[in-house]
Nanobody, 123 residues
Framework: QIQLVESGGGLVQAGGSLRLSCSIS????????MEWFRQAPGKEREFVGAITPGGGVTSYADSIEGRFTCSRDNRENVGYLQMNSLKAEDTAVYYC????????????????WGEGTQVTVSS
């Protein structure tokens, strides 16, 4: 059974940091591109960041402005999203997702999804 389980969300003040984790089971994580998305109430799900299977390439949404970092540990089957200098507009449910192929930045192109974790940033 393929599972993606996010953790690490919560309530943080503006300017603070959080690290989200996405634990993978049921597939060979090292062969999949991991992408992170978020969805705020009343808005569409949007791309946040991505990392290639080997971890050598990352890509981020322009709105992130260098504040977030994607990483992964293929031996432990875990992906991470380090979020610094958080803003109120970063408040959303954050999802990790996997696809077999290159970074696509599009929710419809992802194959496997986690259930999401809530991040709330107070101003």
């Amino acid at each position: 059974q393929i599972q993606l389980v996010e953790s690490g969300g919560g309530l943080v003040q503006a300017g603070g940091s959080l690290r989200l984790s996405c634990s993978i089971s049921g597939l060979t994580f090292s062969t999949y591109t991991m992408e992170w998305f978020r969805q705020a109430p009343g808005k569409e799900r949007e791309f946040v960041g991505a990392i290639t299977p080997g971890g050598g390439v990352t890509s981020y949404a322009d709105s992130i402005e260098g504040r977030f970092t994607c990483s992964r540990d293929n031996r432990e089957n875990v992906g991470y999203l380090q979020m610094n200098s958080l803003k109120a507009e970063d408040t959303a449910v954050y999802y990790c997702a996997l696809r077999y192929g290159s970074i696509i930045k599009f929710p419809g192109g992802m194959t496997f999804w986690g259930e999401g974790t809530q991040v709330t940033v107070s101003s």
